[in-house]
């Protein structure tokens, strides 16, 4: 199981561009590098940083991104980073979100990198999981990477393919910050807000105490940190799933393993799963999901008790069954266990 990256960080325009040159996005290409090389799961020559001349135009990107992406085998992880500009135009065709390469214009949009350009190039290999981080401009417009598309046939692979979007602003708002936080240590404060603080996360780790950081807890803690922050006013990021779990192992968790939280005992039975959540329904609730058997259990059981706080509590984790166990096998083992209570 090997992990790659592709980081793509185009940082300098031409004058006349109408494009802002921001060294921020170079800064937080490079620290992408840097911390992807040092982390246990991905390590030295996992992540290809692409220069200026690969950045300059679209094919430049692709033809870099194509070579990593042939590359990669059935069992492993591949992850493209975007840091830059995004633009939509909506009198486009599709309307899709495009980025820029260090040779776009502004007022042209022919000379931008269509974002279905890179979600093809995801889509077609052959990786178990597929990550884009878009650090841009309208990535919150971005729509799921494996979401079904009728008008491109033969393009998604098999269902069972996890992939991830995260992106640095929510639906709120379609402008990301390029300027850095003054909060954030060392070079991470030159960086864009968003990478800077996700490889702040990444750096130090979480005080969680699973040695891996998952999916699920990366976008807590980057959303938390954002919140928290004394730095600025951060938009909160956005993340959409399609059958990736939110459990999967993304990241080595560096926090020591003294600061951390002591892992509490594993809970087997519903009831101990449903006097657990009933508690805090969400503390636990990315270890149940990573079951979809068990899953389906709490539910049904849930479901089956009287009291509101319970009916509840099995709505909140039916919805988020429903948005992650979208491949058909994986829904088929979950309702195998709550569809009786849930048709009722």
């Not at 620290?31 to 992540?47: F, H, R, T």
Request: hydrophobic share 40%; proline share 5%; glycine share 8%.
């Amino acid at each position: 199981m090997a992990f790659r990256a592709v980081v793509v960080g185009p940082d300098r325009y031409a004058a006349d561009s109408g494009v802002e040159s921001h060294p921020s996005i170079g800064i937080s290409a490079q620290q992408y590098g840097e911390v992807l090389a040092a982390d246990a799961m991905w390590g030295p020559g996992s992540c290809r940083v692409l220069g200026e001349d690969e950045v300059r135009t679209a094919e430049g990107v692709m033809s870099a991104l194509e070579e990593v992406a042939a590359a990669v085998g059935p069992e492993d992880t591949l992850m493209v980073v975007y840091v830059g500009h995004g633009q939509y135009w909506s009198d486009l065709p599709g309307g899709q979100v495009h980025f820029a390469v260090g040779s776009s214009h502004r007022a042209r949009p022919w000379t931008w990198l269509s974002s279905w350009y890179v979600y093809r190039a995801l889509r077609r290999s052959r990786a178990r999981l597929k990550v884009l981080i878009a650090d841009c401009c309208y990535s919150n417009m971005l729509p799921q990477l494996g979401g079904d598309e009728p008008d491109l046939p033969g393009v998604l692979g098999t269902r069972d393919e996890g992939t991830c979007v995260f992106t640095a602003v929510r639906n709120e708002q379609s402008y990301a910050w390029a300027e850095g936080c003054a909060a954030l240590p060392g070079e991470l404060a030159r960086c864009t807000p968003f990478s800077g603080h996700l490889l702040n996360v990444l750096r130090r780790g979480t005080r969680d105490y699973d040695h891996r950081l998952t999916i699920g807890l990366l976008r807590e803690a980057v959303q938390t940190e954002m919140e928290r922050c004394e730095g600025g006013d951060h938009q909160a990021p956005r993340m959409a799933l399609n059958d990736a779990r939110e459990g999967t192992a993304l990241f080595t968790n560096h926090m020591e393993a003294s600061r951390r939280v002591k892992a509490p005992p594993l809970l087997e039975a519903p009831d101990d799963w449903a006097r657990a959540l009933l508690l805090d329904r969400d503390s636990r609730l990315h270890e149940l999901l990573r079951d979809e058997y068990a899953t389906g259990a709490v539910v049904a059981l849930l479901t089956s008790r009287r009291d509101e706080a319970s009916r509840n509590l099995a709505r909140h984790i039916n919805a988020r069954a429903n948005d992650l166990f979208t491949a058909p096998d994986a829904f088929a083992r979950y309702w195998s266990q709550a569809e009786k209570a849930l048709r009722v």
